[in-house]
Nanobody, 121 residues
């Protein structure tokens, strides 16, 4: 199982950006999916998660500025970010919990490799 994130880039403050993450492999099902970020010099932190029933959770610092969504049939999770601020700069990682895959006995957790978001004027 692999997670591939895309959509990062450079944006000016106040701008918008959409991130996408696709899980591939012999996947039978995925539990919660989410996005995390790590700013330079900081720990990795949760940005947003979404359950299999599309119930979202947002960190306070993106509440009202972001929308997370998923497509269970395609094993994808997207994050739309609006009104971006310089402090939103960082590497954004997608994460998949409770991934059941063919040939694997136990569910596992996976991280994508990250995509860089830079917010600057």
């Amino acid at each position: 199982v692999q997670l591939q994130a895309s959509g990062g880039g450079f944006v000016q403050p106040g701008g918008s950006l959409s991130l996408s993450c696709a899980a591939s492999g012999r996947i039978l099902g995925i539990g919660v999916m989410g996005w995390y970020r790590q700013a330079p010099g900081n720990h990795r932190e949760l940005v947003a998660t979404i359950t299999t029933r599309n119930s979202p959770f947002y960190a306070d610092f993106v509440q009202g500025r972001s929308t997370i969504s998923r497509d269970n049939a395609k094993n994808t999770v997207d994050l739309q970010m609006r009104n971006l601020r310089p402090e939103d700069t960082g590497v954004y990682y997608c994460r998949a919990f409770n991934v059941r895959a063919a040939g694997s006995f136990d569910p596992a957790e996976y991280w994508g490799r990250g995509t860089l978001v830079t917010v600057s004027s």
